[in-house]
């Protein structure tokens, strides 16, 4: 996407963004149709995820899973066009957390919090959210687009109402700059790691997996508790956070532990509703490359 093609997406998007959920919600039905029945968007990615990580289940399952998903993309596609001019009072509204008290509790005691989140529900609606939920400066660990126009895109709505955007590779720098502050370190930890010898593996899906192990190690120095965000759908275009705590005291925990716990918690949260997850990513694009001796995970 250039310069011109960027412009020319915003001067769409903006006009949709100021429509009511109403409206855009029929929009997205229209998009489904296109999406799936239509031009069949990835598809075979998505079908082959489904058959790789479920085989148990009879293949007619796993067609209304994968039919249940596009209709779930669909809305999130509309949704995140939404958030370039949602209000505060809206997001609040469209996506609460059953135990705020958690995050307060912890910032009375001066603790900072290290959180996993996947890509699960709408998490850039529970990430908007989080910083307005949250006593906390939220800094949101990401890993840049390669395409700089969307990634500005991306970028535009992420920070509007208070989040820090940190990318990865910066991210043990900045968070050390941030030590007299009690924030909240937001880390996607279902991305595919670029270089799988580093990652922590395990099994995930039913299939082998490198997973990311910067919130680990980064939690393990910091000794910051860690907690999941797990987001739930409550109806369409509602949404609610339940925060679980994966550890209080990192620097106790043994190597992989961490990665293992959060990683785990997805997987069951996945089983129990599979529609909800990215299954257009191709999340195991590189686990062909894992190494033969790497240890894996427990399980």
Not at 12 to 37: E, N, T
Not at 160 to 181: I, M, P
Not at 183 to 207: C, G, K, R, Y
Request: hydrophobic fraction near 35%; charged fraction near 25%.
């Amino acid at each position: 996407m250039n310069f011109l093609a960027y412009l020319l997406f915003l001067l769409f998007a903006y006009p949709l963004s100021i429509l009511p959920f109403k409206v855009l919600y029929s929009l997205a039905d229209g998009l489904y149709g296109i999406l799936y029945k239509g031009i069949g968007y990835r598809k075979k990615v998505v079908r082959q995820n489904l058959a790789n990580a479920f085989p148990e289940k009879p293949e007619s399952e796993r067609l209304r899973i994968e039919q249940q998903f596009y209709r779930h993309l669909c809305d999130l596609i509309v949704e995140n066009i939404k958030m370039l001019t949602i209000s505060r009072a809206e997001v609040v509204k469209r996506c609460t957390f059953d135990n705020p008290d958690l995050l307060h509790q912890y910032y009375r005691d001066g603790k900072s919090l290290t959180a996993a989140v996947a890509h699960y529900n709408n998490w850039e609606l529970g990430g908007l959210s989080l910083a307005l939920h949250s006593p906390h400066k939220v800094l949101a660990i990401y890993k840049p687009l390669a395409n700089p126009w969307f990634n500005r895109f991306i970028q535009r709505f992420r920070k509007r109402f208070g989040s820090y955007l940190v990318s990865k590779e910066t991210a043990a720098r900045t968070l050390l700059q941030h030590r007299d502050d009690l924030t909240m370190s937001v880390f996607i930890t279902d991305q595919t790691p670029l270089h799988v010898e580093q990652a922590h593996w395990t099994t995930f899906l039913n299939q082998p997996t490198p997973v990311f192990q910067g919130l680990e190690r980064i939690a393990r120095k910091t000794d910051d508790p860690v907690v999941f965000c797990h987001m739930r759908r409550k109806t369409r275009g509602y949404y609610s956070v339940k925060l679980i705590e994966v550890t209080k005291h990192p620097s106790q925990t043994e190597e992989g532990d961490i990665t293992e716990t959060h990683t785990k918690l997805l997987e069951q949260i996945i089983a129990e509703h599979p529609s909800a997850w990215l299954w257009s990513h191709r999340r195991w694009k590189r686990s062909h490359r894992a190494p033969q001796h790497m240890n894996y995970g427990k399980q």
